[in-house]
């Protein structure tokens, strides 16, 4: 079974980066495509970005476009999320998420079925 492990996260100013990591235990995860979904207060959970078995196909939120950067390493077991530019907008706890690659959705909340334990992002202004 599938565990996914997240760290990173913490306090930043606005303008300002962090990276997100999460490692999976358990098996590999070279044939599933992760993602990273966030939860600002009072608000629902929501996708950012996310990534396919192999790594050569990426998606993100608008929010994410142009900031954010989710990469994976296969032989680590282990995805990333790099954010820059941050905003205090960003500020949320962020979850990492694993499924099995089906080729498609990768957006969506509902698809994943393999859930991190969250972490607190905050961005200062």
């Known amino acids: 079974q599938v565990q996914v492990v997240q760290s990173g996260g913490g306090l930043v100013q606005a303008g300002g980066s962090l990276r997100l990591s999460c490692a999976a235990s358990?098996?590999?995860?070279?044939?599933?495509?992760m993602g990273w979904f966030r939860r600002a207060p009072e608000k629902q959970r929501e996708f950012v970005a996310a990534?396919?078995?192999?790594?050569?196909?990426?998606y993100y939120a608008d929010s994410a476009q142009g900031r954010f950067t989710i990469t994976r390493d296969n032989a680590k077991n282990t995805v990333y999320l790099q954010m820059n530019s941050l905003k205090p907008e960003d500020t949320a706890v962020y979850y990492c998420?694993?499924?099995?690659?089906?080729?498609?959705?990768?957006?969506?909340?509902?698809?994943?079925?393999?859930w991190g334990q969250g972490t607190q992002v905050t961005v200062s202004s």
């Open positions: 998420a694993a499924r099995y690659d089906i080729g498609q959705g990768f957006e969506l909340r509902s698809e994943y079925d393999i």
């Open positions: 358990g098996r590999t995860v070279s044939s599933y495509a």
């Open positions: 990534i396919n078995w192999s790594g050569k196909s990426t």
